[in-house]
């Protein structure tokens, strides 16, 4: 095979003879140079895509794991309140209940302290609980414990609230305290000198003494059953009570009650004075039980268990 060369600077020409194998190897260079060459440009296109792919894929990934995070703390978020309302209805509970525990340590004199949730007594011990932010979890369920067993407390302490309610309501109707928040004993109960005669008779009652128009109150509730003048007594008023008891409040200046009314413990039924046979501005108070006088002293040193008039 000859090739001819031609060289334009002078218009000669070249002559080369190539035997076939050389040619062949040439032709085969070639191939395999422009195979190589193509190959590259192949590769290095590809590589470029597939970066280009994978880095498309890893922002995807990211924006997909921003928001799986942002989902995350949104449920967080959820649970925090979920959990964080049950605290909140548990510490209504414990307010309930120390008001209710207060109520009942200014009735019975007990110990606040007794009433008290102040000082936590369901953390702690040898089997703790696993706080965890899942629902239906251990920390969920002991907190739904913590609300029973509040609960129940409540409805205990309401059920001896209501022992203590009636027994107040039954000191409503016992006779005790003093008839006036102001004034002393001027006289006591039995035998003494009557101030008019002189003489030594039996005193019915006891005199508590102070300013006229100073308030007289009952010393129990019940029903008036004589509110007038009588001889003697001046102005009086006469309380039937349970159980047989009667009280009377005597030489009042006026009664503020009629027969028929009723009365509450502690209500001002009258205004001290000095009508009747009487040396100056008092209270005859009188007890009687299955109308036979009693000794009042007891019933007006009496402290009321539940029962709070001031």
């Known amino acids: 095979m000859q090739i001819v060369v031609f060289k334009s600077s002078k218009n000669k020409s070249t002559s080369y003879k190539l035997n076939g194998y050389v040619f062949i190897l040439i032709i085969i260079s070639s191939v395999i140079t422009l195979s190589y060459l193509f190959a590259s440009a192949s590769y290095i296109y590809g590589y470029k895509k597939g ?3 994978l880095n498309d894929d890893r922002i995807s990934d990211i924006q997909k794991y921003q928001k799986e995070i942002e ?16 605290l909140i209805n548990i510490s209504s509970q414990i307010e309930n209940i120390n008001s209710l525990g207060n109520k009942l340590s200014s009735i019975t004199k007990l110990n606040k302290k007794d009433f008290s949730f102040k000082n936590p007594r369901f ?3 040898k089997s703790k609980v696993n706080i965890e932010f899942e629902y239906n979890s251990e920390f969920e369920k002991y907190l739904d414990n913590m609300l029973l067993n509040l609960q129940k407390k409540e409805q205990d302490l309401n059920y001896v609230y209501k022992i203590i309610n009636n027994m107040e309501m039954k000191e409503q109707f016992y006779p ?3 008839p006036s928040k102001k004034g002393y004993i001027s006289s006591n109960y039995g035998q003494r000198k009557n101030p008019f005669s002189k003489e030594t008779h039996f005193h019915k009652g006891v005199d508590i003494a102070h300013k006229t128009e100073t308030d007289i109150r009952s010393l129990a509730a019940g029903e008036v059953t004589f509110s007038g003048k009588k001889y003697g007594y001046g102005n009086l008023v006469e309380i039937s009570h349970l159980n047989g008891y009667k009280t009377r409040y005597a030489h009042n200046n006026r009664n503020l009650v009629k027969k028929g009314d009723l009365i509450k413990k502690g209500q001002v039924i009258a205004k001290m004075g000095s009508t009747g046979h009487s040396t100056g501005p008092h209270v005859h108070l009188e007890v009687l039980k299955n109308n036979k006088h009693i000794n009042p002293n007891k019933f007006i040193h009496y402290r009321d268990k539940f029962s709070n008039n001031d």
């Not at 989902?71 to 049950?86: A, G, M, P, R, T």
């Open 51 to 53: 970066y280009s792919e």
């Open 71 to 86: 989902l995350v703390k949104i449920e967080n978020k959820e649970k925090i309140e979920f959990f964080s309302q049950k």
């Open 123 to 125: 953390i702690g011990g």
């Open 176 to 178: 005790s305290g003093f």
